[in-house]
């Protein structure tokens, strides 16, 4: 379930973002299919506490008209989920395909300022509350690479987030770490297995 709220909540905001940004065009339907999860082996996981990884491949068809043109979406994406049983973390990652032309990517979500972008994916969190503000941003390793990230903080004793986003072979994809700040070591569960996951 949590792994398909993400998923939703990141297709809804792809499709929102290429209308609301012109990004749609004449033409036939825009067909891709992500090149691989951002995932981890279970031995690599079990290592960093967390249970065995769950990879789900999810295809979505879509069809838009705005301003008198109608287009098509056809997207192949996949899902990892993966939860820590002992600190109460968990992380979902999802794998979207970049439309990378020419060595550009046509995917919005992967120019759109990162809170603009993992705001889209918020609302969809299943937290007991919907109040959610910006915490700033931090750096993680994100398979092996330093990347940006951003916090998140959830009013009441909701678990907080932190969001982190790359471009990985033709791929955009997003690491969400959802962890508790009173539980020691549930955010270091979270910051462990970033570092080991492996697109591919």
Do not use: C
Not at 11 to 23: D, E, K, Q
Not at 106 to 111: M, R, V
């Amino acid at each position: 379930m949590l792994r398909r709220l993400f998923t939703l909540a990141l297709v809804g905001g792809l499709l929102f973002a290429a209308v609301g940004g012109g990004w749609l065009v004449a033409g036939g339907p825009m067909r891709g299919t992500a090149e691989a999860p951002l995932t981890v082996d279970a031995g690599t996981a079990a290592e960093h506490g967390f249970g065995e990884p769950s990879v789900e491949r999810v295809q979505f068809q879509e069809r838009l008209r705005v301003a008198g043109v109608e287009k098509g979406f056809d997207l192949s994406a996949y899902v990892m989920t993966t939860t820590h049983e002992g600190t109460g973390a968990a992380v979902v990652t999802v794998s979207l395909p970049g439309w990378t032309i020419g060595g550009v990517s046509l995917n919005p979500l992967t120019y759109a300022p990162l809170k603009q972008a993992v705001t889209r994916v918020l609302p969809y969190l299943p937290t007991e509350t919907p109040e959610v503000t910006w915490a700033g941003e931090t750096t993680v390793e994100l398979a092996g690479e330093d990347v940006t990230a951003g916090e998140y903080e959830v009013e009441g004793d909701a678990p907080r987030l932190v969001v982190a986003r790359e471009t990985m072979g033709g791929d955009t994809v997003f690491a969400v770490g959802v962890y508790s700040a009173e539980r020691s070591g549930s955010r270091d569960a979270v910051d462990a297995l970033f570092a080991a996951l492996d697109h591919g």
